[in-house]
Structure formats: structure tokens, C-alpha cells
């Protein structure tokens, strides 16, 4: 039964991407949509690969690690999308094809160190802390050019791009606003940049304003909820 659902949802919300892809003048396929299935266990997140959607984000790196044993008969990507701390860096890197939420220095330095030693070079996405809340991780966006600077020099990581959330009191009004300033932050590193940086991706937008992302500009959008509207979580 779930299965049904969760199709129906997926479908809908490739329409919405559609849509909002069309009036930012792009298409649909331009965007990546990432279903975090973080709210539910192994059995639901086979049924959303199942449905087809095969780009899995998880917030906790335990969480991915379990999924990313017990669904390995599937061609799954995954991306963290929430916090890795140092010390779960060795195991989470070989699972992972995506880290959208580096947040330091040291943390990078953790990453580089590790990706070099299994011999991958791992795609990373910088966090940036556009709403400029306490609660929020990432850089602050006028560190972001010294920052860049400093993640050319990690042979064993590729930068692809910025990742951002919406403050949790911004509205609807203040995420448009800090998507588009995340756009315009973008468009200024690109001048700026290391040939070896790339800002290519723009990981923001989640369940209540990704469509509000895509105009601004997102290439990936991390959605949860909408995807299991109908579900129980119990
Ligand atoms: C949970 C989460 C999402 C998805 O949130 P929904 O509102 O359920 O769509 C996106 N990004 C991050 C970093 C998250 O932790």
C-alpha cells in the first residue's frame, strides 16, 4: 500500500519541480531531487528506491550506514545531508556519494585526510549559514572566498557547490530572500574561485520550499516529508 503512496507523491512532486524549473527557465532534469527518508526505517526506504527514486539522503551518518548495508542490492546514491562529525568520517566516506554539509576546516581537513587514504577524491558541498541563526551550521558567507581558497589545496576533495537551509523563522518571504542572496553569493565566488573549486551545485530547499528554491536558482533539493504524506510514521 505504501508503495502506492509514495509513488503518487514522488510523481507529484516531479511535477512541482517541473514547474518551478520552468519559471527559472530551466527544465526539470536540471534539478537532482534527493528524498530523505530520515523519518522512517529500512523497509520504507526500500520502497522509495523501489518507486524509483534512487538519490537517498540521511541526516544521522548511523542511520545511513544501516540503510546503506541493509538496501545494497540497490543502486542507491546517498548523501549525507546532516552533520558528520570527525570521528564517523572513516566509516560514512566509502558509502557516501554526496557530503552536502561541511561546516569546518578541521572537518575538511578529516575528509581530505581519509578520501586520500582509501585513494577516492570525495564530492563535497560547502555549507553556508545564509540566515545567519545561532542554531544554524555552515560558514558565514563573507568567509566563503578565504574558505574556497583554502579547499583548493585539499588534493582528495572535490568542491561542487554550496548547500544552504532556510532560516527556521524566515516564512516563505525570507527564504526566498536567502535563496536568492545564496545565488548571488554564488554568482560572486565564481569570479573569484580556484580553478580546481567548481560551483556548479546548489543544494537548497526542502518539503515546504523547494519549490521557492528552484527559482532561486537550486540544482538540489533535499525532500522529506512531502514524499510520505499519507504514511503513518508508527
Ligand atoms: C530533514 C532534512 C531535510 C528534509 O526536510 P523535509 O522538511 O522533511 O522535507 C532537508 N535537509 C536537511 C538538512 C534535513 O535535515
Known amino acids: 500500500m505504501s508503495l502506492a503512496i509514495i509513488s503518487d507523491n514522488l510523481a507529484k512532486i516531479r511535477e512541482s519541480i517541473d514547474e518551478a524549473a520552468r519559471r527559472s527557465g530551466r527544465s526539470g532534469s536540471e534539478v537532482t531531487l534527493v528524498g530523505v527518508c530520515k523519518y522512517f526505517g529500512t523497509d520504507i526506504t526500500r520502497q522509495v ?8 539522503g540521511e541526516n544521522r551518518p548511523q542511520q545511513l550506514w544501516e540503510k546503506a548495508e541493509a538496501l545494497g542490492d540497490l543502486p542507491i546514491r546517498w548523501h549525507q545531508i546532516g552533520k558528520l562529525q570527525r570521528n564517523k568520517v572513516r566509516r560514512s566516506l566509502p558509502m557516501i556519494r554526496l557530503f552536502h554539509a561541511a561546516d569546518s576546516l578541521r572537518l575538511l581537513n578529516e575528509i581530505n ?69 545564496m545565488r548571488e553569493l554564488r554568482e560572486r565566488l565564481k569570479r573569484t574561485k580556484p580553478e580546481n573549486v567548481k560551483l556548479d551545485e546548489l543544494s537548497m530547499g526542502m518539503s515546504r520550499d ?24 508508527f
Open 49 to 56: 528506491a523501489e518507486a524509483g527514486l534512487l538519490e537517498l
Open 210 to 233: 523547494y519549490h521557492i528554491a528552484i527559482e532561486q536558482g537550486a540544482t538540489i533539493v533535499r525532500v522529506g516529508s512531502s514524499l510520505f504524506e499519507g504514511i503513518p510514521r
Open 113 to 181: 585526510k581519509e578520501a586520500a587514504r582509501i585513494d577516492i577524491v570525495q564530492q563535497v558541498l560547502i555549507e553556508v549559514n545564509v540566515s545567519g541563526e545561532e542554531t544554524k551550521h555552515g560558514f558565514m558567507p563573507n568567509e566563503m572566498e578565504s574558505i574556497l581558497e583554502k579547499c583548493s589545496q585539499f588534493e582528495a576533495i572535490q568542491i561542487c557547490g554550496l548547500m544552504a537551509m532556510a532560516g527556521l523563522h524566515s516564512g516563505l518571504k525570507g527564504a526566498a530572500q536567502e535563496f536568492e542572496s
